[in-house]
């Protein structure tokens, strides 16, 4: 843990409607942290077992780090050394193409015309416990999407069970089946069923929760560089593609996704899958999404201050003194 001061800004981000399957909220707090001359997100999703941002300020305040902490802390180390040095971490890299991520808060029709228009590659959507809902939505996607060749993929969030898995592609139509690119997380993670998941209906399935347990039944695992560093998911599973993730972050935390994206791209190459790093359009404006674009899948990013960028927005927020009660 870092010797110098921290400073923090709490924040609220807002979405029209809830975010994946495991969640209802519709605001989400986390805090920006200030070490020295860099910058860090903490966002903690509770749903997953995360402490609430309180509990992890009051740790850190402590000298205690969570995994959320810990990478947010790492991530001010780096934005801190090249703000230091005039640069952009974006300096000679590419962030990796994405998927678009869809938003049930918009009108369906703009954003299909946003996505055949731009040319996006494919699409991901959340997948609901009612999964005819979620194939009907996907059967309206493939149809709109033939011309550009659109993929289709789903995060359940666990949210199924292995049977209603089964059945959600049993009575898919053949149109829809044939864009199915990957499906994440269809029901809780267990060998066998994956397997036999896998085998019986010829899909990809991507593995999230369970990373560190997972042996067979899957043909990607997802990372969010904000909760981990993806060197170790390489490292566990050497032969499957990574999927790296905004972790539906603040403007900061999903540009430092980024940047681990595209390190990630340069030291691994095309063991980096399509990736979800666009999804700024999920909430309100600020200051900070209003900086990042995305056209047909390709991630803009804003360079000033060097680092990770921002660095007017941050510098004139009203940061205060991290300390221990």
């Keep these: 843990m ?60 402590e000298g205690i780090t969570t995994p959320v902490t810990e990478m947010a802390l790492r991530c001010a180390e780096i934005d801190g050394a090249a703000r230091e040095a005039g640069i952009s971490l974006f300096a000679d890299l590419e962030i990796p193409r994405s998927h678009y991520s869809w938003s049930f808060a918009q009108p369906t029709g703009p954003q299909i015309e946003r996505i055949v228009s731009e040319g996006w590659p494919a699409l991901k959507a959340k997948g609901f416990a009612n999964y005819g809902e979620t194939r009907g939505f996907l059967e309206q996607c493939a149809k709109v999407g033939e011309a550009i060749g659109l993929k289709l993929r789903v995060d359940f969030n666990g949210c199924l069970d292995a049977r209603g898995f089964s059945q959600f592609i049993e009575f898919m139509p053949l149109r829809t089946y044939q864009h199915l690119d990957l499906i994440e997380d269809p029901f809780p993670y267990h060998s066998e069923l994956w397997q036999q998941a896998q085998q019986r209906w010829k899909v990809r399935l991507a593995l999230d929760k369970g990373w560190r347990d997972g042996e067979a039944g899957f043909s990607a695992v997802v990372v969010k560089p904000a909760r981990r560093d993806w060197r170790a998911v390489a490292a566990r599973h050497p ?48 200051g900070f999404f209003e900086r990042i674009s995305a056209k047909g899948g390709w991630l803009s990013h ?5 680092g990770l960028g921002f660095g007017d927005v941050l510098e004139k927020l009203p940061w205060r003194k991290l300390s221990s009660l």
């Design 302 to 306: 804003d360079t000033n201050g060097g």
């Design 239 to 286: 032969e499957k593609p990574l999927v790296l993730t905004s972790a539906m972050d603040h403007g900061l935390g999903q540009m430092f996704a980024a940047y681990e994206a595209a390190v990630a791209k340069s030291e691994i190459g095309d063991r980096v899958d399509l990736c979800g790093l666009s999804t700024q359009h999920l909430f309100e404006p600020d």
């Design 2 to 61: 870092s010797a110098s001061p921290i400073y923090v800004y709490e924040y609220l981000l807002r979405s029209g409607v809830a975010l994946n399957a495991a969640s209802h909220r519709r605001i989400f707090p986390g805090a920006l942290i200030r070490v020295g001359a860099g910058y860090g997100c903490i966002h903690p999703w509770t749903e997953f077992g995360d402490a609430p941002i309180e509990e992890q300020l009051r740790r850190l305040a």
